[in-house]
């Protein structure tokens, strides 16, 4: 493997779960030490009821196409055993959700080109279709995603449904990790999104000029800069598979002791 930039790194890697786990198993084939510290978590909706009659609807075909924004709206298809009927469509924001789809055991049928984007995704599935020729869609998101998508959508004329599926909540640091990102001993800072930010900044602080603090894409960027941190390395591909990459190419190789 080429690279090298990410060996004997400490990289705080701000999710669990199956994400967390991927991402982990990535950094230690780069060298790297991760730590991993989920900092958000996925909750259930405040209503469940509107959330499992859009899961029913979905599985007996009332929506032609299914929308997800985000890996976590796939978890939570999973999780709840929504079957997607051959007749709906998927389109997903981008490689890293499309992924998550295709792993679930399900078809994508859109990615946008570029970089990952929600008002990306909207513009480009709008842009080769009409009203008329397209059934009923849901979108799938949490609670603190924008309505970019099936607002987009809306103002166009299509025939949409939002479902929350979960709400996203902080997940408190266990103290010693905190107490490491606090005096630097972990050197990387995985950003991932605004809610990671908010929860890093509320629990940590600012954190030291020697953690290299790396953002997912331009969007985080901005948010991370609002929130206070200074940001070394943004994505080019909004995925957090290049993020790794090219931390790993692109850092200055430790020198070994």
């Given at each position: ?5 990410l060996r004997g790194a400490h990289v705080l890697v701000p999710r669990g779960g199956g994400w967390g ?230 850092l200055p190789v430790k020198e070994s002791s």
């Amino acid at each position: 493997m080429t690279g090298g930039g990410l060996r004997g790194a400490h990289v705080l890697v701000p999710r669990g779960g199956g994400w967390g786990d991927r991402v982990a198993a990535d950094l230690r084939a780069r060298g790297a030490q991760p730590v991993v510290a989920p900092l958000i978590s996925s909750a259930p909706p405040r209503d469940t009821a509107a959330r499992d009659r859009a899961f029913a609807a979905l599985s007996d075909g009332t929506y032609a196409w299914l929308f997800v924004t985000s890996a976590a709206s796939v978890d939570q298809l999973r999780q709840h055993g929504v079957r997607i009927p051959e007749t709906t469509r998927i389109a997903a924001v981008g490689r890293a959700t499309a992924r998550a789809v295709a792993e679930a055991g399900w078809e994508v049928d859109f990615v946008p080109a570029g970089p990952s984007s929600a008002a990306a995704l909207a513009a480009q599935w709008c842009a080769d279709r009409t009203p008329a020729s397209t059934g009923r869609s849901l979108v799938v998101r949490s609670d603190l995603a924008q309505a970019v998508v099936s607002d987009e959508l809306e103002v166009r004329g299509f025939a949409v449904d939002v479902c929350i599926a979960y709400r996203t909540v902080g997940v408190d640091l266990e103290p010693e990790v905190a107490g490491g990102l606090r005096s630097g001993a972990i050197d990387v800072v995985l950003l991932t999104s605004l809610s990671v930010g908010r929860e890093l900044r509320r629990q940590v602080g600012r954190l030291p000029a020697s953690t290299l603090v790396a953002s997912i894409g331009p969007g985080t960027t901005r948010d991370a800069a609002v929130l206070g941190f200074t940001v070394a390395h943004t994505a080019q591909t909004q995925s957090i598979d290049a993020l790794i990459a090219e931390l790993d190419a692109h850092l200055p190789v430790k020198e070994s002791s």
